[in-house]
């Protein structure tokens, strides 16, 4: 996680300036390797809760192929207040496991391989628990675009069916094609300033919000051209390890500045959970998990 402080700078970008729609196709290209795509995650600070020697609690349920057999379960919060209330209650029904527990930071990087890792060995799973009030506001723009649709109660998709949840990122479109629109900052790295070219999605709307009403303001445009949309983290993440559009490359992710600070004051720290780098054996503890996740034993 050290290099976490390097990105600080997209929590708030600097001098951005919102260009054209960033994705068109490329027939010769071919899709990001997922060497490529961990690198791009490894900077997105998550949360986990780990013991006192920097390992994750994890969690068992029944493997739903062979009930005789168990899913050791990896869990990872976006919202690092959601992973403290989490840590509370293992304190409260878990006294002895709470007392050395603490909520630590992480690299995305390190939950998307174990899901990577879980196609191949089943024994292994990941629960990734989003915001639940940016997954409510996700639920409400898709509404609003026929994406989700509510009967009897359920929330299904357009085409019927259940909707699984997820963990959703905000991006910035053009309202004629829907693909994503791409920024311009200055970014400052080690003293110096230079331009880069990414495309954005945001964890937080709210966060987006702010960027795309101070873009309107040099360029009024924008607001019929343009307007926020959302795709889970789980389909934007198959999208990199398959597109042919090198543009993919330029992806990032943005986690609000709460989740940088805190993941930059720790980055110091001696003990860091394994997950940051690498898929590691599980450590069984009593832990009860669930909720709004996705990549569940994936």
């Given at each position: 996680m050290k290099k976490l402080a390097h990105l600080g700078v997209l929590a708030g970008l600097v001098s951005s300036l919102w260009l054209a729609p960033?994705?068109?196709?490329y027939d010769t290209?071919?899709?990001?390797p997922e060497e490529q795509v961990l690198r791009i995650l490894n900077n997105v600070p998550v949360f986990m809760i780990t013991n006192d020697k920097g390992e994750p609690l994890t969690f068992e349920i029944p493997n739903p192929q062979d009930q005789n057999?168990?899913?050791q379960v990896f869990t990872f919060f976006i919202n690092q207040q959601d992973a403290q209330t989490a840590l509370n209650t293992i304190k409260t029904q878990q006294p002895d496991v709470g007392r050395v527990a603490r909520v630590s930071a992480a690299?995305?990087?390190?939950?998307?391989?174990?899901?990577?890792?879980?196609q191949k060995n089943p024994a292994i799973g990941v629960d990734i628990i989003p915001s639940r009030p940016q997954l409510e506001a996700a639920v409400n723009l898709l509404k609003q675009s026929g994406d989700l649709v509510e009967r009897d109660g359920k929330i299904l998709t357009k085409d019927g069916r259940p909707f699984?949840?997820?963990?959703?990122?905000?991006?910035?479109?053009?309202?004629k094609t829907g693909n994503p629109?791409?920024?311009?900052?200055?970014?400052?790295?080690?003293?110096?300033?230079?331009?880069?070219?990414?495309?954005?999605?945001y964890f937080d709307k709210t966060q987006l919000q702010r960027e795309v009403d101070q873009a309107r303001q040099q360029r009024p445009e924008l607001a019929k051209d343009t307007g926020i949309r959302v795709v889970m983290l789980d389909n934007l993440v198959a999208t990199m390890l398959s597109t042919n559009d090198p543009v993919a490359g330029q992806i990032q992710l943005v986690q609000t500045p709460e989740a940088i600070q805190f993941a930059v004051q720790q980055s110091g720290s001696a003990q860091r959970p394994n997950p940051a780098n690498q898929p590691v054996a599980p450590q069984r503890s009593n832990q009860q998990g669930g909720g709004q996740g996705t990549n569940r034993n994936r």
């Open positions: 960033a994705i068109s196709r290209a071919t899709a990001l057999k168990k899913i690299a995305l990087s390190g939950a998307v391989k174990i899901a990577l890792e879980s699984m949840g997820g963990t959703p990122l905000f991006f910035l479109a053009d309202s629109i791409a920024v311009e900052a200055q970014m400052r790295e080690n003293g110096q300033t230079r331009t880069q070219r990414f495309i954005p999605f």
